[in-house]
């Protein structure tokens, strides 16, 4: 065995000698049944054993995954087609928590592509960073398409790992001596995009959620009665009062929220409660409850 081959790279390093970008190598590896994800780590397969992978320890990153270079002539890594291009439906095979129209609405607050009545517009800013103006060959509707490389571009994985219910499947694994972009933060100040100061993380998705899709919200809004009740979110377009309900809601909170739940009723407001178990789900969830309302998202 000749020293080069016996040389181990980290799946990032090997990413890097291939020219990839590093979140497509792991979902190409993980496609191939070399790794597979389980909680927060990444472990090697059988079949991923028998290509050469094996495991690092690092006192700092703890386990990560290393490859022989000679992995770097595979036929199955040579042929990955590097120079593809992507469009938001395709980012959510890096994102699985994200819908593709919240996808969207992330590039275009980015002021990557606009939204208007022939479909998604890219700007001069996404034309800087590569996208290109694409056109549906059955409705003829507009798109936009990527580079590949833009699913390692340290701006969308911020703002995308931030829009997930949990930090992206395919995120790098943590490695020595490298920055982990994916870290989801602690919750002790938890901030919405537009600056709101939020009480949990499922207020925060939902905060963002409305931002992305441009409704105009308060947060923390008195309802309309002489009891001193707060919903979550107000949105003055519709009437409509949101509120969030946690896995664990305080006692004291309970009650005052059982309370706003009577008073909507009394007062015949229009309202909509998120749960816990609606956060991988948003989209549908909040996209279907304010239609029903006549708001088109």
Same mark, same amino acid.
């Given at each position: 065995m000749?020293?080069?081959d ?10 890097r000698?291939?020219e990839?970008p590093?979140q ?8 191939y049944g ?9 472990l090697l ?8 992978g ?12 290393v ?6 002539q595979?036929?199955?890594l040579s !042929?990955?087609e590097?120079n593809?291009r992507i469009? !938001? ?14 996808i969207?609405?992330?590039l275009?607050?980015?002021g990557l592509?606009?939204h ?11 034309r800087?960073?590569g ?7 059955n409705?003829?509707?507009f798109f936009v398409?990527w ?5 390692d571009?340290?701006?969308v ?20 001596g ?6 989801p ?14 009480q949990?993380?499922l207020?925060r998705l ?8 441009q ?5 923390r ?6 009891e001193?009740?707060?919903?979550d ?6 009437n409509?009062?949101?509120d ?6 305080? !006692? ?14 009394e007062?015949?407001l ?10 991988s789900?948003?989209d ?5 409850a304010?239609l ?6």
């Amino acid at each position: 065995m000749s020293e080069d081959d016996e040389k181990l790279l980290s799946t990032t390093a090997l990413a890097r000698e291939l020219e990839l970008p590093v979140q497509q190598l792991f979902v190409t590896l993980r496609d191939y049944g070399w790794i597979e994800r389980r909680a927060e780590a990444w472990l090697l397969t059988p079949k991923g054993e028998y290509e050469g992978g094996s495991y690092r320890d690092s006192r700092r990153f703890g386990r990560y995954i290393v490859w022989p270079s000679k992995l770097l002539q595979h036929p199955l890594l040579s !042929a990955i087609e590097s120079n593809q291009r992507i469009t !938001a439906a395709s980012l959510k095979r890096f994102y699985p928590g994200l819908h593709p129209r919240q996808i969207n609405r992330a590039l275009a607050e980015l002021g990557l592509q606009q939204h208007s009545i022939l479909g998604w517009e890219l700007t001069e800013l996404g034309r800087a960073w590569g996208g290109q103006q694409a056109e549906s060959e059955n409705s003829g509707s507009f798109f936009v398409t990527w580079p590949h490389e833009i699913v390692d571009h340290p701006v969308v994985c911020r703002e995308l790992s931030r829009l997930s219910a949990k930090t992206p499947a395919e995120a790098a694994d943590r490695e020595e001596g490298e920055r982990d972009l994916f870290s989801p933060g602690t919750l002790d100040d938890v901030k919405g995009m537009d600056g709101h100061q939020l009480q949990s993380a499922l207020e925060r998705l939902v905060c963002d959620w409305l931002y992305l899709a441009q409704l105009a919200h308060a947060h923390r809004r008195m309802l309309p009665c002489e009891e001193t009740l707060q919903a979550d979110f107000y949105l003055p377009q519709g009437n409509i009062y949101i509120d969030c309900w946690g896995e664990d809601v305080p !006692a004291g909170e309970l009650s005052s929220r059982l309370r706003r739940r009577e008073v909507y009723r009394e007062l015949g407001l229009r309202s909509i409660e998120v749960n816990q178990q609606d956060e991988s789900r948003l989209d549908e969830v909040l996209g279907r409850a304010l239609l029903a309302f006549g708001i088109r998202c």
